[in-house]
């Protein structure tokens, strides 16, 4: 099985690579379009902004060929965002998989810090990609932007408003937290994920 995280202007691979080696997965870096093509499942990483990733992807043509995709699709944090259909973020058209718009967290409450950083819980879980996983189990979370919920909602979670903290539509599926960062849990819903 070929495994392969997209290389474009985002943090975290590191961190992702290996989470896989501690499940027995290896996987492969790389921007090569007929590499993401011939791979078994796919994971659109990401920490970063939107518009410096969304350029990057579009240079290469990697957006079109993502969204084309019928093989398994992960997106991670601001991979999850950019598979999205628009992100405040700098007003960014992103690829449109889920026909969601990214909002910017905005809050008067002085006791909510803006990004959320740290732990928080995922609830009313759905789908394979979260078999055998507690409702309410914590997983790590660092961001500024979210996406509202929806149809394609599979977790929420609550910080300032409900969010989707997982979507999926057919074989595209995103979490807003960062399971490479979210011990053994974290590491369970990547195995699931490769188990598709």
Same mark, same amino acid.
């Given at each position: 099985?070929?495994? $392969? $995280? $997209?290389k474009y202007p985002a943090g975290n691979v590191q961190s992702i690579l290996f989470s896989l080696e501690r499940i027995?997965?290896?996987a492969f870096v790389t921007d090569s379009k007929r590499s993401i093509q011939d791979a078994d499942k796919i994971i659109l990483p990401g920490v970063g902004e939107a518009s410096f990733a969304m350029k990057y992807l579009k240079e290469k043509k990697i957006d079109i060929l993502l969204s084309k995709?019928?093989?398994p699709v992960l997106g991670i944090c601001l991979g999850m965002q950019l598979l999205?259909?628009?992100s405040e973020e700098?007003?960014?058209r992103c690829i449109g998989v889920f026909d969601l718009f990214v909002k910017k967290f905005k809050t008067s409450n002085h006791n909510k810090k803006i990004p959320q950083i740290g732990w928080n819980s $995922?609830?009313?879980l759905k789908g394979p990609l979260f078999d055998n996983i507690p409702d309410g189990s914590y997983q790590y979370f660092v961001h500024g932007f979210y996406a509202p919920l929806g149809n394609e909602t599979i977790a929420k979670t609550d910080y300032i408003v409900s969010y989707s903290s997982a979507i999926q539509k057919n074989n595209f599926y995103a979490v807003q937290f960062h399971p490479e960062k979210s011990s053994f849990i974290g590491h369970k819903i990547l195995e699931n994920f490769i188990r598709l």
């Open positions: 099985m070929k495994t $392969i $995280i $997209i027995g997965v290896e995709l019928e093989q999205c259909k628009f700098r007003n960014t $995922i609830h009313q």
